[in-house]
């Protein structure tokens, strides 16, 4: 008895036994292989473009005659004349089967394609969005058989692409009688496929085939900058991304000023919802206007926040959040609508805010979470992402705990003397010569060092200006390599040192990294008290990090992923050797760059992981640091530099740190006793 001929699909590998005449199309929906349709295999949308193999293919045990497709069709010409097909590309709706074949499917006609990362050992994204377009031939209405306009559209959605139980807003209704009649009764409806919450809906109905995109925006918004990704829905590729200043920081510059401007003020609160709707209406039409799109077509958007900004954007007084016990309204997943939050995109278009960790671990923290993925871990990972407040996860696939420890704004250039936010002209890198104590740097927009020829032209524009935040920190490290700081955090004298550099400064010292004041310029000095800003945000970033190792039974990690911009810019060596982290290999310490914006974007782009980080959130354990006796302990040995207790036998191994002491007794303010009490 003949068989039917076999078709096999790479590169999934799928395979299976049709009868001639089979269309690739169906063949594929009967196997569950990933292969695109708009338009039904109607022979108009192009999705679901195949290319097959012929010849020998012992790989696949088949050998492909040459005949084994039917031959290229009237409409595929068409296809092609019209707007080109890839020389060996066939239309899978118009190529049936007639002898044993090997198609293969290329990523961009999978539904289900992946949006690669950089990163290596980032995960991929597979396109999975909840807003998906569909064309539909919708049944004329029939005097006979009198039924709605809506609800021959429903039915024929229903019918071809099996989509059940769909609504409609009100909008939809308002155009669709014209809006079917133009298109002679066919039309592309965008859907949202529907969640726990909501059926599908339709969101948008053009006339006959909608050739263009929709769109989505992933929002992380930051306490200081909202930055927003515009995403095609359809490619997952990002087509614009843009950041503004948040307009609260009018109401105070960290977020407990915020809390207490609403406190203080009747109707605070109200008006920080107010700006912060604003800005982002304003930054979307930067980003649609920087596409060249029409802000109706966005139809998604999924925000990740911490827990003020997620009170504030919906218009809840953060004020509990401001005492203990830090209670959140919800800590739930939120699914709305734009028009919930005025939000000025498309009228249907709908909004998720990702879960609360606690009411110190928000949704930014969740979205860290989704993106780095450490309950997929096989190794134990410490994420932590830096910020006034660093949120920090460590776990493996047994396990995920998560806190968040104040370390202020100190990382971000603020508190120290001579420190600005990263901008052109602030000192971003450091060496100090360990012999002659000598420093040399790099500012922000030059590619040159100070010491190397050009660097006086090169940074004449810009001047230099201040030291940012990964400068001190390198400053600090450098100053500690050196021997011109103990680990105390005290600055040695100019003879203790042995460089003129150390000048006194009241009861203290400070070192000169540049002066400028011939010039005009500035006097740029690392002081003791900038040193003290950076102890006291160290200690506390790496007690959080400690506390959780401590609840884990672990007393080391296996990596360490620093997220955020900050995490981008600092260097490494220089964070390990101020104890800022745990002890690891430099190899084991990476950065994620923006891992919550990465997390918004997966989520926006991939429904699944919206169910998928809602059950991790609920898994993760939150540890509050506030309330552990542990902590403070951590704190005052983590307050010295890199720590006063704990080894740090990998930093050791790679680097001599002096051992030097600077607290004679002469000092009134001395480190240690001052560390006492800070602590
Ligand atoms: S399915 Fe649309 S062209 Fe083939």
Redesign the pocket.
């Known amino acids: 008895m003949r068989t039917d001929p076999l078709v096999v699909f790479t590169p999934s590998g799928k395979r299976g036994n049709f009868p001639v005449g089979t269309p690739i ?1 169906t063949a594929a929906r009967q196997l569950g292989v990933d292969l695109d ?12 473009q195949i290319t097959p193999s012929y010849g020998e293919l012992p790989k696949h045990g088949v050998t492909v005659a040459d005949g084994a497709l039917s031959d290229w069709n009237k409409v595929e010409q068409r ?1 092609k004349d019209k707007r080109g097909l890839t020389e060996g590309r066939r ?4 190529a049936t089967v007639q002898g044993n074949i090997v198609i293969d499917v290329p990523p961009e006609s999978q539904v289900h394609k992946q949006v690669v990362r950089k990163r290596a050992e980032a995960r991929d994204i597979v396109m999975n969005p909840s807003t998906k377009l569909f064309y539909v031939e919708v049944e004329q209405p029939d005097m006979h058989e009198p039924s709605g306009d809506l609800e021959r559209l429903v039915r024929a959605l229903e019918v071809e692409w099996g989509l059940k139980n769909i609504h409609a807003d009100l909008h939809i209704l308002q155009s669709l009688q014209q809006t079917l009649r133009k298109g002679s009764w066919t039309v592309t409806a965008a859907v949202h496929l529907g969640d726990s919450e909501n059926p599908p809906r339709i969101m948008h109905v053009w006339p006959g085939y909608y050739e263009g995109a929709v769109y989505g925006l992933a929002v992380d918004l930051g306490s200081t900058t909202i930055a927003a990704h515009l995403c095609d829905l359809l490619t997952g590729e990002v087509v614009a991304s843009s950041g503004v200043m948040n307009p609260q920081i009018r109401f105070g510059e960290d977020l407990m000023s915020r809390v207490s401007y609403g406190m203080m003020n009747a109707g605070g609160a109200n008006e920080m919802t107010h700006a912060v709707r604003e800005g982002m209406n304003a930054l979307f039409t930067q980003v649609a206007t920087e596409a060249q799109i029409d802000k109706g077509l966005i139809v998604d958007a999924v925000f990740v926040c911490n827990p003020v900004m997620h009170h504030l954007l919906l218009g809840i007084d953060p004020f509990e959040l401001g005492q203990a016990p830090f209670a959140l309204a919800t800590s739930n997943s939120m699914r709305l609508r734009a028009d919930d939050l005025d939000l000025n995109i498309h009228p249907s278009a709908r909004v998720y805010l990702l879960p609360c960790i606690a009411g110190h671990v928000g949704a930014d923290a969740a979205a860290v979470a989704l993106s780095e993925a450490p309950d997929k871990s096989e190794d134990l990972v410490l994420v932590v992402d830096v910020g006034t407040n660093a949120e920090i996860l460590l776990g493996n696939h047994e396990k995920v705990l998560a806190c968040s420890s104040p370390t202020g704004p100190a990382f971000e250039g603020a508190q120290i003397s001579a420190g600005q936010r990263a901008a052109p002209g602030a000192i971003e890198r450091v060496e100090i010569n360990p012999v002659t104590k000598e420093p040399r740097f790099r500012v922000i927009g030059v590619d040159l060092w100070s010491d190397e020829g050009g660097f006086a032209e090169a940074t004449a524009d810009t001047g230099i200006t201040g030291i940012c935040g990964s400068g001190i920190i390198e400053a600090i490290a450098e100053m500690r390599l050196a021997g011109l700081l103990d680990p105390s955090g005290l600055i040695g004298s100019a003879v203790q040192t042995g460089t003129v550099r150390c000048i006194a400064d009241g009861r203290t010292h400070s070192y000169l990294l540049h002066d400028g004041s011939a010039t005009g310029g500035a006097l740029i000095t690392v002081t003791n008290p900038d040193i003290r800003a950076i102890q006291m945000a160290k200690a506390a970033l790496y007690s959080g990090a400690r506390l959780l190792m401590d609840k884990f039974g672990v007393d080391s990690v296996d990596r360490v992923v620093l997220a955020g911009a900050f995490g981008a810019h600092i260097s490494h060596k220089h964070a390990m050797v101020l104890g800022m982290i745990p002890d690891a290999p430099f190899d084991k310490v990476t950065s994620a760059g923006n891992a919550a914006g990465t997390g918004a974007r997966i989520a926006l782009l991939n429904r699944a992981a919206r169910a998928e980080i809602e059950e991790t959130v609920r898994r993760i354990h939150k540890v509050e640091t506030a309330i552990e006796p542990r902590f403070q302990e951590h704190f005052v040995n983590a307050s010295a530099i890199p720590n006063a207790m704990e080894p740090f036998p990998i930093l050791n191994s790679l680097l001599t740190l002096p051992m030097v002491s600077f607290n004679t007794g002469g000092d009134p303010e001395g480190g240690g006793r001052r560390r006492r009490r800070r602590a």
């Open positions: 199309l349709s708009v338009c039904g295999g109607r022979g108009i949308c192009s999705k679901c296809y239309l899978g709706c118009q």
